[in-house]
């Protein structure tokens, strides 16, 4: 269990921050700036959980966020072992599975897509549109991150899947897709 008794350290005054193994590294690194956007990501999600959600939604974003929490620890423990432990926190393929069978089952309940579609609708949707436009980054960033340093590859299908679970939820909060914004290409030429 983590235990904070202090919230400041002064340790990372000089621009570098802690990993998991005690290694250190500059805050501007790219492991940084994917942990950085993982946290962006979250908090972002828990704006969206102050609308006025469904509770199956509500749910389903409260284990995300968790998730994300996990994530984070993932992609701050450094080697290439990836494999969970007492010591290794790692995102794990039934965490991927997971978004997968929900992606599919608010799917189901959706008409197809006749066009692509603008952030927007339902508030609550809108702020999940906005939680997808941050994955998108977050996931650009773990990219950046894998190719400088090796990430759990498990924890990138994580975000890469996440992203699309959250289009799909603001599909479904958009009355399953019926109060989707189309977009209109060219339409103000």
Partial sequence: MVRLTKIYTRTGDRGETGLVDGSRLPKSAPRM???????????????ALTHDLPEDARAQLGRIQNELFDLGADFATPGPDYAPSEMSLRIVP?????????????????????SFILPGGDPGAAAIHLARAICRRAERSAVTADADVGLNPTGLAY????????????????????????WKPGATR
């Fill in 33 to 47: 700036a994917a942990i950085g956007d993982v946290d962006e990501l979250n908090s972002a999600i828990g704006v």
């Fill in 94 to 114: 039934s965490q991927v599975e997971r978004l997968e069978a929900e992606i599919d089952a608010m799917n189901a309940d959706l008409e197809s897509l006749r």
């Fill in 159 to 182: 975000i890469n899947r996440l992203s699309d679970h959250l289009f799909v939820l603001a599909r479904w909060l958009n009355r399953a897709g019926a109060g989707d914004i189309l």
